[in-house]
């Protein structure tokens, strides 16, 4: 305590005048306004340095602990944890299934979503309700997608009845239930939900794009497909940008759906890493290694997360 | 030109400070939200202590939502609230979805349980569940004085009390008692096949699927995720009998002992006879096959199935012991504890009264389809399984249900369930086995 204090006061010491006219400028910000910013948001800065940032590194501390029954255990034991949850077969698969679930989840919905707000941008009649209707999903919980996917989804009195009504009898897939491409399955019941709420945001974008930009492209002789390709697609690539992130990060987390269709599955085949991570932890008490696995989910947020923040400060000091 | 510099990084700084302004509000909103509750919270307990005139409140927690055993529940309630009008009853139940048995129930009993703030009493599945879970933790009271005031050391049957009693004394009081191994089976079916009575053994059944097989009919239910476990505890007891069986929970025999190879083996081979899409139905799904035109003759489940027979509506069907263990009852009970710390605590003790009560079992078990933990109930208000079943729970040898918390903890309970899961996709006997044994290791029997 006291060797800080003296060397704090030391530092100061030692550098006089630069200092003092940065000591002038920092005066000056907290007049007046920035003190009353400041004082306002002190009670939301020391709440989210514990509760988010206090949490997480609590959680990555757990994780390097013993805790693995209803006695709290915090011996520390280094990447323990960390090795068995590596060589976990249940955790390897929850990995490839992430990534599929990611690949499958996030095309479906820039796919359908930009579709479906290019046709509402048609000027068609009755776009109040169309749009409504696509948006309508979005309204419903994970777990009711999840239960209502589970039946239609069912080989034998789901969707299935459409495809043998057709004349498609040969196509009978096991969707959710297969072994090894059940995931996808997930990924269409996720992006049913998820797609309407992409198109709510492209239609925004598409909004946004001023007439006389469409106008010159035409009169310098753009069809269709050269002003999407052209003009259209590049100028809402930021709103991409934000599906992007929006929809990778719900596929880290991505719980309720896979809970209600009856994960994890057979050979956990449609398994997440939250899942998981509920399971281990509160299921069978590893304490330690739910929050192993907590923290990777965090660490491939931050993946997604970071990129997105340093480019909008980039667009900002633009 | 250095105006419009200084122009650009002021409002620069301003849009960063409003944009953290809405990352920090943003982010806050989650954390804040508890903190805003809280204080209203506080604020309405006075309120609600001031009406029900000091007597406090009964925090229940359970995962009984679904018919029959809220029914079940109500009666015990209904009771409570005669003796004790003054005490205000908060029925916490949580549905059990996923996660095996009362699992979201089980998560927010132990936030709950590690934030110092238990609920007044919870249901707990009898056995390692309650012991690991909470008693070794140091969180439940020994409840001997209340065995010895309510006379329950006499009153329970001998067997069970050796399930009841961990380190000497007892930890919780039990409300019923359900049968694991049962199987449920179709007359129908079996006059199809010109058989007169059910299978007594694995042996018998495979001949009777075959020949189910032949007319396009599938022999057992099955799920593809999350009910195997319970089907698989009875295979494992039909061959190791119910000598042996306690020793896998012991540490005295192996799990790489060749006879559990024998019991993955019929389970593997199970798969074969089972229902088209198993792989898509969940364990709930599987009652309803188990009624189709075109369903199973059996299905290996617990009593809890005739409950839900009987509200369907449902009569080709009767019951006996699943095949080979005819004179073992595999056994689950449920039962309510007294956790450390509770804020009523005479209302708890109460609350286990009536748990143990003659009155309160007799008037939550027959209708939900167990039977009393007691030795000295009412029989004519129970139905006919339950008399068959009386009479079974008298004379058998009495063993722990694995799948159901009774027989090894937690932990055991999901690695068996995963190594199981995984051998529907796999099908492989030799990794499954293996799996097995690592867990076993790991939750480190008879140690």
Same mark, same amino acid.
């Given at each position: 305590?006291?060797?800080?204090?003296?060397?704090?006061?030391?530092?100061?010491?030692?550098?006089?005048?630069?200092?003092?006219?940065?000591?002038?400028?920092?005066?000056?910000?907290?007049?007046?306004?920035?003190? @009353?910013?400041?004082? *306002?948001? @002190?009670?939301?800065?020391?709440?989210?340095?514990?509760?988010?940032?206090?949490?997480?590194?609590?959680?990555?501390?757990?994780?390097?602990?013993?805790?693995k029954s209803s006695i709290p255990d915090?011996?520390?034991?280094?990447?323990?944890?960390?090795?068995?949850?590596?060589?976990?077969?249940?955790?390897?698969?929850?990995?490839?299934?992430?990534?599929?679930? !990611?690949?499958?989840?996030?095309?479906?919905?820039?796919?359908?979503?930009?579709? @479906?707000?290019?046709?509402?941008?048609?000027?068609?009649?009755?776009?109040?309700?169309?749009?409504?209707?696509?948006?309508?999903?979005?309204?419903?919980?994970?777990?009711?997608?999840?239960?209502?996917?589970?039946? @239609?989804?069912?080989?034998?009195?789901?969707?299935?009845?459409?495809?043998?009504?057709?004349?498609?009898?040969?196509?009978?897939?096991?969707?959710?239930?297969?072994?090894?491409?059940?995931?996808?399955?997930?990924?269409?019941?996720?992006?049913?939900?998820?797609?309407?709420?992409?198109?709510?945001?492209?239609?925004?974008?598409?909004?946004?794009?001023?007439?006389?930009?469409?106008?010159? !492209?035409?009169?310098?002789?753009?069809?269709?497909?050269?002003?999407?390709?052209?003009?259209?697609?590049?100028?809402?690539?930021?709103?991409?940008?934000?599906?992007?992130?929006?929809?990778? =990060?719900?596929?880290?987390?991505?719980?309720? *759906?896979?809970?209600?269709?009856?994960?994890?599955?057979?050979?956990?085949?449609?398994?997440?890493?939250?899942?998981? =991570?509920?399971?281990?932890?509160?299921?069978?008490y590893?304490?330690?290694?739910?929050? !192993?696995?907590?923290?990777?989910?965090?660490?491939? !947020?931050?993946?997604?997360?970071?990129?997105?923040?340093?480019?909008?400060?980039?667009?900002?000091?633009? | 030109?250095?105006?419009?510099?200084?122009?650009?990084?002021?409002?620069? /700084?301003?849009?960063?400070?409003?944009?953290?302004?809405?990352?920090?509000?943003?982010?806050?909103?989650?954390?804040?939200?508890?903190?805003?509750?809280?204080?209203?919270?506080?604020?309405?307990?006075?309120?609600?202590?001031?009406?029900?005139?000091?007597?406090?409140?009964?925090?229940?927690?359970?995962?009984?939502?679904?018919?029959?055993?809220?029914?079940?529940?109500?009666?015990?309630?209904?009771?409570?609230?005669?003796? %004790?009008?003054?005490?205000?009853?908060?029925?916490?139940?949580?549905?059990?979805?996923?996660?095996?048995?009362?699992?979201?129930?089980?998560?927010?009993?132990?936030?709950?349980m590690?934030?110092?703030?238990?609920?007044?009493?919870?249901?707990v599945?009898?056995g390692r569940e309650l012991i690991d879970s909470h008693v070794v933790a140091d969180r439940m $009271?020994p409840?001997?004085?209340?065995?010895?005031?309510?006379?329950?050391?006499?009153?329970?049957?001998?067997?069970?009390?050796?399930?009841?009693?961990y380190d000497?004394h007892?930890w919780?009081?039990?409300?019923?008692?359900?049968?694991?191994?049962?199987?449920?089976?179709?007359?129908?079916?079996?006059?199809?096949?010109?058989?007169?009575?059910?299978?007594?053994?694995?042996?018998?059944?495979?001949?009777?699927?075959?020949?189910?097989? $032949?007319?396009? /009919?599938?022999?057992?239910?099955?799920?593809?995720?999350?009910?195997?476990?319970? &089907?698989?505890?009875?295979?494992?007891?039909?061959?190791?009998?119910?000598?042996?069986?306690?020793?896998?929970?012991?540490? &005295?025999?192996?799990?790489?002992?060749?006879?559990?190879?024998?019991?993955?083996?019929?389970?593997?081979?199970?798969?074969?006879?089972?229902?088209?899409?198993?792989?898509?139905?969940?364990?709930?799904?599987?009652?309803?096959?188990?009624?189709?035109?075109?369903?199973?003759?059996?299905?290996?489940?617990?009593?809890? /199935?005739?409950?839900?027979?009987?509200?369907?509506?449902?009569?080709?069907?009767?019951?006996?012991?699943?095949?080979?263990?005819?004179?073992? %009852?595999?056994?689950?009970?449920?039962?309510?504890g007294?956790?450390k710390?509770?804020?009523?605590?005479?209302?708890?003790?109460?609350?286990?009264?009536?748990?143990?009560?003659?009155?309160?079992?007799?008037?939550?078990?027959?209708?939900?389809?167990?039977?009393?933990?007691?030795?000295?109930?009412?029989?004519?208000?129970?139905? $006919?399984?339950?008399?068959?079943?009386? $009479?079974?729970?008298?004379?058998?040898?009495?063993?722990?249900? /694995?799948?159901?918390?009774?027989?090894a903890k937690q932990s055991?309970?999901?690695?068996?369930?995963?190594?199981?899961?995984?051998?529907?996709?796999?099908?492989?006997?030799?990794?499954?086995?293996?799996?097995?044994?690592?867990?076993?290791?790991?939750a480190a029997?008879?140690q």
């Amino acid at each position: 305590m006291a060797n800080n204090t003296v060397t704090v006061s030391g530092e100061r010491g030692s550098a006089a005048s630069p200092i003092q006219s940065t000591r002038k400028r920092w005066w000056r910000w907290l007049s007046g306004d920035m003190i @009353l910013a400041f004082l *306002v948001l @002190l009670p939301s800065i020391i709440a989210v340095a514990i509760f988010i940032y206090g949490f997480i590194g609590w959680t990555f501390y757990i994780s390097m602990s013993d805790w693995k029954s209803s006695i709290p255990d915090f011996t520390f034991v280094g990447l323990k944890n960390w090795t068995r949850l590596v060589n976990d077969r249940r955790f390897q698969m929850d990995m490839r299934n992430h990534l599929f679930y !990611a690949i499958g989840f996030i095309g479906q919905c820039i796919v359908i979503g930009f579709t @479906l707000a290019t046709l509402l941008d048609q000027k068609i009649k009755g776009e109040g309700l169309f749009r409504t209707l696509f948006i309508f999903p979005f309204a419903v919980s994970g777990i009711v997608t999840g239960v209502t996917w589970q039946w @239609l989804m069912q080989p034998s009195t789901g969707i299935n009845l459409i495809f043998a009504k057709l004349g498609m009898g040969w196509f009978r897939p096991t969707w959710h239930a297969n072994i090894e491409y059940g995931i996808w399955a997930v990924s269409i019941a996720a992006a049913w939900q998820f797609s309407g709420y992409v198109m709510a945001l492209y239609l925004a974008g598409l909004r946004g794009i001023p007439a006389e930009l469409r106008e010159a !492209a035409a009169i310098d002789g753009a069809g269709t497909w050269a002003l999407y390709r052209y003009i259209i697609i590049p100028l809402l690539m930021p709103v991409t940008f934000t599906v992007f992130v929006l929809t990778g =990060m719900n596929s880290i987390r991505i719980f309720d *759906v896979v809970a209600a269709l009856g994960g994890p599955g057979p050979g956990n085949s449609i398994d997440s890493l939250a899942l998981n =991570m509920f399971q281990t932890t509160f299921g069978a008490y590893r304490f330690s290694l739910g929050a !192993a696995i907590g923290s990777v989910m965090m660490f491939l !947020a931050i993946f997604l997360v970071v990129p997105y923040l340093m480019s909008m400060q980039r667009e900002t000091e633009r | 030109m250095s105006g419009t510099e200084g122009m650009s990084r002021r409002s620069f /700084l301003r849009l960063l400070g409003v944009g953290t302004t809405m990352t920090v509000l943003a982010a806050c909103a989650p954390a804040a939200a508890p903190a805003a509750d809280a204080p209203a919270a506080d604020a309405a307990a006075p309120a609600a202590d001031a009406t029900v005139a000091d007597a406090g409140k009964l925090e229940i927690f359970s995962w009984w939502t679904a018919g029959g055993e809220v029914e079940g529940l109500n009666n015990m309630f209904e009771i409570y609230k005669r003796d %004790y009008p003054d005490v205000e009853i908060i029925n916490a139940a949580l549905a059990a979805q996923g996660a095996g048995q009362g699992g979201e129930m089980k998560a927010l009993l132990e936030t709950r349980m590690i934030g110092g703030d238990p609920p007044e009493s919870f249901q707990v599945h009898l056995g390692r569940e309650l012991i690991d879970s909470h008693v070794v933790a140091d969180r439940m $009271e020994p409840l001997d004085d209340l065995y010895a005031s309510e006379g329950y050391n006499d009153i329970f049957p001998a067997d069970l009390m050796s399930v009841i009693l961990y380190d000497g004394h007892p930890w919780s009081v039990p409300v019923n008692i359900h049968r694991s191994n049962l199987m449920w089976y179709r007359p129908s079916k079996l006059e199809a096949i010109g058989a007169d009575a059910p299978p007594a053994n694995w042996d018998e059944f495979f001949t009777m699927a075959d020949a189910l097989k $032949e007319q396009g /009919l599938p022999g057992i239910a099955l799920s593809g995720t999350g009910g195997n476990g319970h &089907t698989m505890e009875s295979v494992i007891l039909s061959v190791f009998g119910a000598e042996d069986w306690p020793k896998l929970f012991d540490g &005295t025999i192996g799990w790489d002992d060749p006879r559990m190879t024998q019991a993955l083996e019929i389970m593997n081979r199970l798969y074969d006879y089972a229902q088209p899409d198993y792989l898509s139905q969940s364990g709930a799904d599987v009652n309803d096959v188990m009624m189709a035109d075109d369903g199973p003759l059996l299905m290996i489940s617990g009593d809890w /199935l005739h409950g839900y027979f009987k509200s369907k509506e449902f009569t080709d069907y009767t019951w006996a012991a699943s095949p080979g263990t005819e004179s073992t %009852y595999l056994l689950l009970s449920d039962s309510f504890g007294l956790p450390k710390g509770v804020k009523n605590r005479d209302n708890a003790v109460n609350w286990l009264k009536v748990c143990g009560s003659k009155e309160g079992q007799d008037a939550f078990n027959p209708i939900k389809g167990s039977i009393p933990a007691r030795t000295d109930a009412d029989p004519s208000l129970y139905d $006919e399984y339950q008399l068959w079943a009386m $009479e079974q729970w008298k004379t058998q040898t009495l063993v722990g249900s /694995l799948q159901h918390g009774a027989a090894a903890k937690q932990s055991f309970l999901l690695d068996y369930d995963l190594a199981l899961n995984d051998m529907v996709a796999t099908r492989d006997v030799a990794a499954t086995q293996a799996a097995l044994v690592v867990a076993a290791e790991e939750a480190a029997f008879g140690q």
